[in-house]
């Protein structure tokens, strides 16, 4: 299986900050990639897809990019309901979808 | 709206199996493969497979080949997963979560997960 490692694990970040996260593939994933953002006691919601395509009605704030092996999630100017945990997913091979490791976006 | 549904919480005994369903409504059931995601408490989250709803067929991860079997009803618009031989590891979330509209597999819509507790 490809894997995927995302960093940081963890961020603390304001209200306003720039943030951005990276994600590692073990191997050339093209630009299969997608983001997810979770909060506690939720399902995923998707935000990102092939590596760089807003899915419709998320913020402009948000902005994807890399491909090959290396990614990054931007929040462009952090708002209180950012506050979350952000997953990216590898989908160019389909007999082992994979997900990164989780980074938590925490309140500074 | 999409929607996908998932049945209640379920707590079973170790060596069990469990039946976990997904309603889906407000588009065509067999045009979206559906996937299961399960996440284990503070976890991250682990992909189980898919199913093609209109073929019937199915791919599972290597992890819960022999284990998990994805199934649907085409009729009432839902997908199964049953998954055997449960372990304390395998207490997690179960979610369900449709493909996306573009090419490739990702996930635009998720039910809101079923807890399965594997407890003796």
């Known amino acids: 299986d490809i894997q995927m490692t995302q960093s940081p694990s963890t961020l603390s970040a304001s209200v306003g900050d720039r943030v951005t996260i990276t994600c590692r593939a073990s191997q050339s994933i093209s630009n299969w990639l997608a983001w997810y953002q979770q909060k506690p006691g939720k399902a995923p919601k998707l935000l990102i897809y092939k590596a760089s395509t807003l899915e419709s009605g998320v913020p402009s704030r948000f902005s994807g990019s890399g491909s090959g092996t290396e990614f990054t999630l931007t929040i462009s100017c952090l708002q209180p309901d950012d506050f979350a945990t952000y997953y990216c997913q590898q989908y160019n091979s389909l007999s082992g979808l994979t997900f990164g490791g989780g980074t938590k976006v925490e309140i500074k | 709206q999409v929607q996908l549904v998932q049945s209640g919480a379920e707590v079973k005994k170790p060596g069990a199996s469990v039946k976990v369903s997904c309603k889906a409504s407000g588009y065509t059931f067999t045009s979206y493969d559906i996937n299961w995601v399960r996440q284990a408490t503070g976890q991250g989250l682990e992909w189980m497979g898919w199913?093609?709803?209109?073929?019937?067929?199915?791919g599972y991860a290597q992890k819960f080949q022999g284990r998990v079997t994805m199934t649907r009803n085409t009729s009432i618009s839902t997908a199964y997963m049953e998954l055997s031989s449960l372990r304390s590891e395998d207490t997690a979330v179960y979610y369900c979560?449709?493909?996306?509209?573009?090419?490739?597999?990702?996930?635009?819509?998720w039910g809101r997960g079923t807890l399965v507790t594997v407890s003796s």
């Open positions: 979560a449709r493909d996306g509209v573009a090419e490739g597999v990702y996930f635009d819509h």
């Open positions: 199913m093609n709803p209109n073929s019937g067929n199915t």
